[in-house]
C-alpha cells in the first residue's frame, strides 16, 4: 500500500500535510518577494546557501542545505538517506523560522536546526525502521542528545545543540503533529554564567609553565609572518599578507576583514588644545586614527580606535592594498558601468578581429603557470570549456603547432558563466557582497571592498587565474593558506617556514583575534573596555579570549607586534612590489635576501624583548 493513502486517515499525519503545507505556500510568497521566483525549488535535495543563495539564503559564506541525506560527517552517525516525507518536514519547519522571525535569522542558525532534525531521523531509523516524522518520540530525540554528547568533545557545544532541540520541539507541540505528546529536556546541560568563579581561578592559578599558549601566534610564526613579505612572489600574496598584518595588528573577525571597505579609514585631526599639545610633546601624531567596519555576531557597526604607535603601519597597509587592487576595482567598475554586459578588458574588445588566439590571452584575461604540463593556452580551453561549453577553433600552423581561438562572445560568456556559477549572479545581486546584521541586511559592491582577488588568485601556487572573475576574499583558502587545513601546503610550507622546533606552522583566522585580546588583558585592561575595543555586545565573551597572561611567550608574542611597529616608524621605508624589504633593516639601500632577512629579523627582535623582558615592572 503506497504511503501517501496509509497516512491518509492518521489525523497526526494530516496535520504534517497541512503544516507542511502552509509553509511551502510561505515559501512561495517569500520567492515572490524577492523576486526570485523560478530561482528556488523547494523539492531539490538541497538548497544553496551563501554567496550563491538566493532570497534569504544570500549570505558571505558559502554552505548548502542539504535536505535528501544525512551525511557522515555528522560525528556519531552514518550516510543514510531522507525520505520524502522527513525532507519536507525540515523544510517546512526551516521556513517556519525565517516567516515568524522578528529579523532573518543567520545560515548558522538555520542550519544547526537542521543538523539536529536529521540526527532525530537517523536515530528513529536506526531504532524504529520508521522514516515518517509523526513516530518521533522523546526517547528518540534523547537518544540522539546522548549520541551528540558520546561523539563530542565540547560539552558547551552539545548543551546548545539539545537547548535548541528542546525549543524546536516546543514551537512544534501546537500544531499536533506526532502520535505521542513529545516533551523534552536538556539532558545534557552545561552552563557558563559568569566570567569569575572557576574560569576566573583557573586562569589565576595558572603559571608560566603550565599556560594555553597554542591559542597563540607563537614568536617564530608571527616572525614567519613578516618574512613572507619578503618572500611574496606576486601582488594576490602582498594582498594577503597585508589584510593577516592588519588581522595581528588590530584582531578583527574573518567577517570583518571581508566586509571592509577600501575608504574604511577614519582620521580626525584633535581640536582639543591641550590634547593636541600633549600629542606634540609626546611626537604623536596630531589626529585620531580608526577603521570603520561591521562587528560581527549583532556588534553592528563601530570604529576601532589605533594606538598612534600603529598608525604608520595601517596607514602602509591601507596604501598599498589601495595600490595593488586599483585594476580589479576598475575591471569591476567596468562591468557594472556596462550593466553587466561586458566583461571584457579593454586590450581585448578593442581588438579589429573578432576571432582571439589563446596565446594572446595571456596576462589579459588570464595568468598563471599552466599547471603540471606548464601550458597555459591548455587550461585556457579547458576552462572555457568546464565553466561556458566552448570549444576553440583549431587551425594547425604546421606539424607541432596550433592556434586556438575563441570569439569575443565566447570569452565574455565565459566570465558570465562562471560567476554564476559560484555567485548569486541575478540582477541586483551582481558582485555584490551581502551579510546579515542584527537580521538585517548590509550589501557591499565588490570594487568598494578592501580586499579583492581573481579567482585562481586564492592558491599558494597560482597555475591558473582568471584575471576577469574578481570576487572577494574565500575563508576556506584563507584557512589553507595559513596552515589551518591539515591536508592543503600552507603557504608558510611553500616557502619552507616553520616553527623553532620544525613543526608546520599553524594558523587558524580566529587566532589573531585571541592574541591581540590576550594583550589586552597583559595590558591590564578591564573587562568591558575590552568588550568595546573588541566590538563585543557580550563581556562574558572576553574569557573565550584571554589565555592567562603570566606565560613569558605571551609577553614575548605581544612584544612583537610592538616591535614590528617600532621598526618599521624607525625605517619609514614602504613595502611595495618594487621594494620589498624586512621591516626589520637597518640599511636603506638594496633590500637583502630573504636568508640575511631572516638573520637580522631575528637577532633585532631579540635584543629588544631581551631589553624589555629585563626591565623592572
Keep these: 500500500m503506497p504511503l501517501e493513502i496509509k497516512f491518509l486517515n492518521n489525523k497526526h499525519a494530516q496535520n504534517l500535510e497541512e503544516y507542511i503545507g502552509r509553509y511551502k505556500a510561505k515559501f512561495h510568497e517569500r520567492l515572490t518577494a524577492y523576486n526570485a521566483v523560478g530561482y528556488m525549488d523547494w523539492d531539490a535535495g538541497s538548497w544553496h546557501f551563501g554567496e550563491k543563495g538566493i532570497a534569504w539564503l544570500k549570505e558571505a559564506k558559502n554552505h548548502g542545505f542539504k535536505w535528501d541525506e544525512v551525511s557522515s560527517r555528522i560525528k556519531g552517525l552514518s550516510k543514510m538517506e531522507i525520505s520524502i516525507f522527513f525532507q519536507d518536514f525540515m523544510r517546512a519547519y526551516h521556513m517556519h523560522q525565517v516567516t515568524t522571525s522578528s529579523a532573518l535569522p543567520s545560515g548558522a542558525t538555520l542550519d544547526k536546526q537542521l543538523q539536529i532534525m536529521k540526527r532525530w531521523y537517523w536515530e528513529m531509523v536506526t531504532t524504529t525502521g520508521q522514516t515518517h516524522p509523526m513516530y518521533l518520540t522523546a526517547d528518540i530525540i534523547h537518544a540522539a542528545m546522548d549520541r551528540h554528547k558520546e561523539n563530542s568533545t565540547s560539552a558547551s557545544n552539545v548543551s546548545d545543540y539539545c537547548d535548541v532541540a528542546v525549543s524546536i520541539i516546543n514551537r512544534l507541540r501546537q500544531y499536533d503533529l ?12 552545561c552552563r557558563n554564567t559568569s566570567v569569575g568563579t572557576k574560569a576566573k581561578k583557573k586562569a589565576t592559578e595558572l603559571t608560566p609553565d603550565n599556560t594555553n ?12 609572518v613578516i618574512e613572507l613579505m619578503t618572500l611574496a612572489e606576486n601582488d ?16 578583527f573577525r574573518f567577517q570583518e576583514l571581508l566586509t571592509m571597505n577600501m575608504d574604511s579609514l577614519v582620521k580626525r585631526e584633535i581640536t582639543n588644545k591641550e590634547k593636541r599639545q600633549h600629542a606634540i610633546d609626546n611626537n604623536w601624531p596630531t589626529y585620531k586614527l580608526g577603521i570603520e567596519y561591521l562587528g560581527a555576531k549583532k556588534a553592528g557597526w563601530r570604529i576601532h580606535w589605533l594606538a598612534p604607535t600603529s ?3 595601517v596607514e602602509m597597509i591601507y596604501k598599498q592594498v589601495e595600490e595593488l587592487t586599483v585594476d580589479m576595482r576598475e575591471t569591476v567598475k ?15 574588445y578593442e581588438l ?5 588566439e589563446c596565446r594572446e590571452l595571456d596576462g589579459i584575461m588570464f595568468t598563471g603557470t599552466g599547471g603540471a604540463r606548464n601550458v597555459l593556452h591548455k587550461s585556457i580551453c579547458n576552462t572555457m570549456l568546464k565553466f561556458a561549453g566552448h570549444k576553440p577553433t583549431v587551425i594547425p600552423v604546421h606539424s607541432q603547432l596550433k592556434h586556438y581561438y575563441f570569439t569575443k562572445e565566447q570569452l565574455n560568456n565565459y566570465v558570465y558563466n562562471r560567476y554564476a556559477q559560484s555567485k548569486n549572479f541575478t540582477k541586483g545581486h551582481q558582485c555584490v557582497l551581502s551579510v546579515k546584521n542584527n537580521g538585517d541586511w548590509e550589501h557591499f559592491n565588490y570594487e568598494d571592498l578592501m580586499f579583492i582577488m581573481p579567482e585562481g588568485a586564492f592558491g599558494v601556487v597560482h597555475d591558473f587565474v582568471s584575471r576577469q572573475n574578481i570576487v ?6 584563507v584557512e589553507a593558506w595559513l596552515g589551518g587545513a591539515v591536508n592543503r601546503k600552507s603557504i608558510f610550507e611553500h616557502f619552507n617556514l616553520f616553527e623553532d622546533d620544525g613543526s608546520r606552522i599553524s594558523i ?4 589573531p583575534r585571541h592574541n591581540i585580546n590576550t594583550f589586552l588583558a597583559i595590558a591590564g585592561v578591564t573587562d568591558h573596555i575590552q568588550a568595546i575595543l573588541m566590538g563585543r555586545i557580550d563581556i562574558t565573551q572576553n574569557k573565550h579570549y584571554q589565555h592567562q597572561a603570566e606565560s613569558q611567550s605571551y609577553q614575548t608574542a605581544s612584544l612583537a607586534v610592538t616591535m614590528l611597529e617600532k621598526t618599521y616608524n624607525e625605517n619609514k621605508k614602504p613595502l611595495t612590489k618594487y621594494d620589498q624589504l624586512s621591516l626589520f633593516d637597518i640599511e636603506r639601500g638594496t633590500a637583502p635576501q630573504p636568508e640575511s632577512t631572516t638573520l637580522v629579523a631575528q637577532e633585532s627582535l631579540k635584543s629588544e624583548v631581551s631589553r624589555r623582558m629585563s626591565c623592572p615592572t
Design 236 to 251: 594576490y600574496q602582498r594582498i594577503f599578507y597585508n589584510m593577516l598584518l592588519l588581522a595581528i595588528i588590530c584582531g
Design 311 to 313: 598608525y604608520p603601519v
Design 334 to 348: 567596468g562591468f557594472r558601468d556596462s550593466n553587466f554586459t561586458n566583461f571584457l578588458p579593454s586590450k581585448i
Design 352 to 356: 579589429s578581429d573578432e576571432q582571439i
Design 213 to 224: 599558549d597554542n591559542k597563540l601566534i607563537s614568536i617564530r610564526a608571527f616572525m614567519a
Design 472 to 477: 572577494p576574499l574565500d575563508e576556506h583558502s
Design 508 to 511: 587558524t583566522k580566529h587566532i
Design 178 to 189: 506526532f502520535i505521542v505528546n513529545i516533551e523534552v529536556e536538556n539532558k545534557h546541560p
